[in-house]
């Protein structure tokens, strides 16, 4: 138990639906993420939010949109999805500080698949 | 073009010996690197971090190894226990970049009894 968690753990949609993904962390940390790990290649960053304001946006589709209400919650809104982005979507969050590298934690992840 | 490498997908150990999982680089501006540990079902977590102004850094069973003019670190496990057993992802930054960590594709680790 990292102190982040997620739901669903399992979510499948059509291409033509609207769902949502929920994280939140119990850690107190005011910076979160969202990457995606698709089959055989390596985590992919999407999203980063300090203090609740959007700082990255890795070139993700606007299909997918990203909502941090508060330090301890984010979302990832999913519409009209491609089968394509049938993935396991991973949130994370830090404590960042003036040291540049802080450690992510991770929660359990949700795996969605599009069909 | 993948500039975190793990040429390894999978890799078997016996109980108590040294595991060694392998990570290359092209990046020559990253400076900080991590270990990181995923069980199925679970989501990755912090193993072990070396910054590029050493070579080694030691946390009980575990030590990274960091070769800065090959571009490439190591992770020797030992000894190797079954409990070990789940899939390893090296990951990079740098200054100015610290939040954006770039990940290999994993090593899966096997410890057999």
């Known amino acids: 138990e990292t102190g982040v968690t997620q739901t669903p753990r399992h979510l499948v949609m059509g291409m033509t639906n609207k769902k949502s993904l929920k994280c939140e962390q119990h850690?107190?940390?005011?910076?979160m993420y969202w990457y995606k790990q698709s089959a055989k290649k390596p985590l992919e960053l999407m999203f980063v939010?300090?203090?609740?304001?959007?700082?990255e946006n890795n070139s993700v589709p606007s299909r997918f949109s990203p909502e941090c209400p508060n330090s301890s919650h984010l979302f990832l809104h999913l519409h009209t999805l491609q089968p394509e982005d049938s993935a396991l979507y991973l949130c994370?969050?830090?404590?960042?500080?003036?040291?540049?590298?802080?450690?992510?934690?991770f929660g359990p992840g949700t795996r969605l698949t599009v069909l | 073009d993948q500039q975190v490498k793990q040429n390894s997908p999978s890799l078997s150990v016996q109980e108590g010996r040294i595991s060694i999982l392998n990570c290359d680089y092209t990046?020559?501006?990253?400076?900080?690197f991590l270990w990181y540990k995923k069980y199925p079902a679970e989501g990755p977590t912090f193993l072990i971090s070396?910054?590029?102004?050493?070579d080694k850094n030691e946390d009980g069973r575990f030590t990274v190894f960091l070769n800065k003019s090959a571009k490439h670190l190591s992770l020797h496990i030992v000894p190797s226990q079954p409990g070990d057993s789940a899939v390893y992802f090296c990951?990079?930054?740098?200054?100015?970049?610290?939040?954006?960590?770039?990940f290999g594709p994993g090593t899966r680790l096997s410890v057999l009894p």
């Open positions: 990951a990079a930054t740098y200054y100015n970049y610290g939040q954006n960590f770039v």
């Open positions: 850690l107190g940390h005011n910076a």
């Open positions: 070396i910054s590029s102004i050493k």
């Open positions: 990046n020559s501006m990253f400076d900080y």
């Open positions: 994370a969050s830090s404590q960042e500080s003036d040291f540049p590298y802080n450690e992510q934690f």
């Open positions: 939010y300090n203090f609740k304001e959007q700082t």
